[in-house]
């Protein structure tokens, strides 16, 4: 793959890291409550459990982009890449359109520029 695509790949598999980060281990930590300041602050402990579940998911986009830069063959690396940068896309839109519209800017356009640069090559 094309050097540019590949650097950003990786730059979106490691914000998705640090998304599993801030909400598997730090949603009810003063970080996690400033990351995520638009929601209740009443509502952080209770849905401790949801929020980690939401980050491990983070963390599967994560290591399908990671696995799209180690695979050898470049057909398949690329098809990989297009899937989770495309899975990334969808997700993100979904959260800018369900809960707050930054999240099309943190996540999905780095993501759906990725994704064109991906599909240029």
Not at 12 to 17: L, T
């Amino acid at each position: 793959m094309h050097i540019l695509a590949e650097i950003f790949i990786a730059l979106v598999a490691i914000e998705h890291i640090y998304i599993l980060w801030l909400e598997m281990f730090m949603w009810t930590k003063p970080l996690g409550r400033k990351v995520f300041s638009a929601f209740p602050s009443d509502l952080f402990e209770k849905t401790k459990s949801l929020a980690a579940n939401q980050g491990l998911y983070n963390g599967f986009l994560a290591a399908g982009l990671i696995w799209s830069l180690l695979i050898q063959d470049p057909v398949w690396s690329k098809n990989v890449a297009i899937y989770f940068s495309s899975c990334v896309v969808i997700a993100g839109i979904y959260g800018a359109v369900t809960a707050m519209k930054k999240i099309f800017f943190t996540q999905a356009l780095p993501a759906l520029i990725t994704l064109m640069l991906i599909l240029s090559l």
